[in-house]
């Protein structure tokens, strides 16, 4: 049943000519879905005139190789233990041993490309290979957590100046 029903909300929601826009999507698919363009979508708060908050699905700068079009399944959120109503996302959930756990199991790393490539650049821009720390994680859970966070991982900022200017291809691609 919630297959036919993801089935049907990925046909409803490509646009006149079949495109995935991020801010058409409802706030409940925004979270590691990818638009027609290659982009990431990215979940935001967002502070109304009369000061309630309320979510809003934006296209991040973060663009996707090989993967366009993509409305994450449920069975992949609950493999890899991530939320759709997550704000932004960010390598601190590296260094929780559950979340680690649940990412580097085969039904998720196996099988959910898109938030694999996701936490892989995220753990890259930390220092940190994903396929290492998960096997480290399989063999030695402790050593993994102690391994992620000498490698500065969550640390706190780091001038860039000091170090001059990086390429695209070296820049971390973290929401």
């Known amino acids: 049943m919630a297959f036919i029903l993801f089935l049907l909300l990925s046909f409803l929601l490509h646009g006149a000519q079949g495109e995935i826009v991020c801010e058409e999507l409802?706030?409940?698919l925004c979270t590691f879905s990818i638009a027609s363009s290659g982009q990431r979508c990215l979940l935001e708060n967002n502070v109304k005139d009369n000061g309630e908050m309320e979510y809003q699905c934006n296209t991040s700068d973060i663009i996707v190789k090989?993967?366009?079009?993509?409305?994450?399944s449920d069975e992949c959120m609950n493999a890899c233990g991530v939320h759709r109503k997550t704000v932004g996302i960010s390598s601190d959930s590296l260094l929780e041993p559950r979340f680690i756990a649940r990412l580097?199991?085969?039904?998720?790393?196996?099988n959910c490309p898109?938030?694999?490539?996701?936490?892989?650049?995220?753990?890259?821009?930390?220092?940190?290979?994903l396929a290492n720390l998960c096997e480290v994680h399989r063999k030695m859970p402790r050593r993994a957590m102690i391994q992620f966070s000498s490698s500065?991982?969550?640390?706190?900022?780091?001038?860039?100046?000091?170090?001059?200017?990086i390429s695209m291809a070296e820049a971390p691609t973290s929401i």
């Open 152 to 165: 500065g991982a969550a640390s706190g900022p780091v001038s860039a100046a000091a170090d001059g200017p």
């Open 114 to 129: 898109n938030i694999v490539d996701l936490y892989h650049n995220l753990a890259i821009g930390e220092g940190v290979f």
């Open 26 to 28: 409802p706030t409940g």
């Open 104 to 110: 580097c199991s085969g039904s998720c790393y196996n």
């Open 66 to 72: 090989d993967m366009k079009e993509w409305i994450e």
